[in-house]
């Protein structure tokens, strides 16, 4: 008796969260170092159509990052990042098609069709979804030109959300994979967390949740402990400017920065290493990961 008390518990916890989200928007950053097992990658595929099934409009955002170094690897070609951004020539950016385009969004796509799912895979030339430019980096060292070219790596001008409205309309999750264009042939790499800000700004999405392989923003890297559970915007940039966040970290703190700037409800950096942390999230009191507000 006692066991079947715990589980209704869950779900009348559940309601008023369903009831908030009813109707909403919630874009998911899928990153790639959440990506760990067939087994997570369908706790999450799950959680996506269990969202849809009550009512939410998620829409993904996926990743991939360590896939595509794993592809380049094998065909030895070397890349590096500067500011957690691939530097990406001609070479790179065909097989960062290859890997997210053609393999992780068709895998995501699949996955939730098997969930019981309706879903449609996107890159951002598709319709055009996502329009960008090149993206010139500012140089992390004090020395030398304050900008670095980093080749095929691309910055939104804008987004263009009817294809998403549409999919979302006729009951489809989106899946988006982060490669826009300039409308004039050019095709550009485009650091995912950036992508899923900027589409969570454009759907005016309740919020974004970003799937990852930490507990959070850490104010100590190497101490999982050392958890900020909530922060504003100042002191997330604050943490930036301190080198507190670095490395991968910094282009979803800055993304958030600009999500929340721009009329996102909040984001939140979660651990995607956790299965169903996304409904933990969204349809939980104790809510985990990092919080950002304004
Ligand atoms: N302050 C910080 N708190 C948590 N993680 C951080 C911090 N600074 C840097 N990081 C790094 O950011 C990484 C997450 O970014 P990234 O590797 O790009 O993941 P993803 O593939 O999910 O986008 C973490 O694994 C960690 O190494
Ligand atoms: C410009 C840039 O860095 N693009 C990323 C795109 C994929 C990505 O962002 O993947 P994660 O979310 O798994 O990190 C890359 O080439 O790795």
Do not use: C
Request: hydrophobic share 45%; charged share 25%; aromatic share 4%.
């Amino acid at each position: 008796m006692e066991k079947y008390l715990e589980k209704t518990k869950v779900l009348i916890e559940a309601l008023p969260y369903i009831k908030k989200f009813y109707g909403k928007t919630i874009v998911i950053k899928y990153g790639g170092h959440a990506m760990v097992s067939d087994q997570l990658k369908e706790a999450v595929i799950n959680d996506l159509v269990l969202m849809k099934f009550v009512g939410i409009n998620p829409v993904v955002v996926h990743g991939g990052g360590p896939e595509i170094s794993r592809m380049l690897n094998k065909l030895n070609i070397r890349s590096n990042f500067i500011n957690g951004l691939r530097v990406t020539d001609e070479a790179t950016l065909e097989v960062v098609e290859m890997v997210l385009v053609g393999k992780i969004n068709k895998e995501i796509v699949g996955l939730i069709e098997k969930a019981g799912g309706k879903a449609v895979g996107l890159s951002g030339k598709d319709a055009g979804l996502l329009k960008a430019h090149k993206k010139l980096a500012k140089n992390p060292e004090p020395t030398g030109e304050e900008y670095l070219d980093l080749g095929y790596v691309g910055e939104i001008t804008e987004v263009n959300p009817e294809i998403l409205l549409t999919l979302i309309d006729k009951g489809y999750i989106p899946v988006v994979a982060p490669v826009g264009s300039n409308g004039n042939g050019e095709f550009y790499n485009i650091n995912a967390d950036e992508v899923a800000a900027e589409v969570a700004v454009a759907l005016k999405a309740d919020k974004l949740i970003v799937l990852t392989d930490t507990p959070g923003i850490l104010l100590n890297e190497k101490d999982e402990n050392s958890l900020l559970s909530k922060a504003s915007i100042a002191e997330v940039q604050e943490l930036i400017n301190q080198g507190v966040i670095r490395g991968g970290m910094i282009p979803k703190a800055e993304s958030a920065i600009n999500a929340i700037k721009r009329g996102v409800g909040s984001v939140h950096i979660i651990d995607g290493r956790i299965a169903h942390s996304l409904l933990l999230e969204i349809f939980t009191d104790a809510g985990v990961g990092t919080m950002l507000t304004a």
